[in-house]
Nanobody, 115 residues
C-alpha cells in the first residue's frame, strides 16, 4: 500500500516562489509516473504537472514556464518548483502516484498567494 506525504506549502506574495515536496512509501517508486494536482475552493481538481518514470514531463497551460516538476527515485521523492506565483495559484496541492492497481493521493498542502 502506497502512502504519500506532501510538504512545503505556505503563504507567499505574488511573484514569489515555493518548492513543494512529496515522499512516497515503498521501494517501487521508480516504476510509476508521478504528478501534482491542485484544487481551489469552488473549482474542480486540476492536474498541473506530471513526470513519468523515465523523467518525461508535461504541464498544464496555466503553469507552463513557471512550474517545474522533478523526481529523485533513490529518495522516493517528487518535487514541484513554483516560480512567479500568482493569486490564482492559491489552492491545496496534492501529490499523486499512478500504480498499476490504482492511483494514490497525499493529504495535500496549502499554497496561498496573497499581497
Amino acid at each position: 500500500q502506497v502512502q504519500l506525504v506532501e510538504s512545503g506549502g505556505g503563504l507567499v506574495q505574488p511573484g514569489g516562489s515555493l518548492r513543494l515536496s512529496c515522499v512516497a512509501s515503498g521501494n517501487i517508486f521508480s516504476m510509476y509516473a508521478m504528478g501534482w494536482s491542485r484544487q481551489a475552493p469552488g473549482k474542480e481538481r486540476e492536474a498541473v504537472a506530471r513526470i513519468t518514470n523515465r523523467g518525461l514531463t508535461n504541464y498544464a497551460d496555466s503553469v507552463k514556464g513557471r512550474f517545474t516538476i522533478s523526481r529523485d527515485n533513490a529518495k522516493n521523492m517528487v518535487y514541484l518548483q513554483m516560480n512567479s506565483l500568482k493569486p490564482d495559484d492559491t489552492a491545496v496541492y496534492y501529490c499523486r502516484v499512478e500504480t498499476s492497481a490504482r492511483n494514490y493521493w497525499g493529504q495535500g498542502t496549502q499554497v496561498t498567494v496573497s499581497s
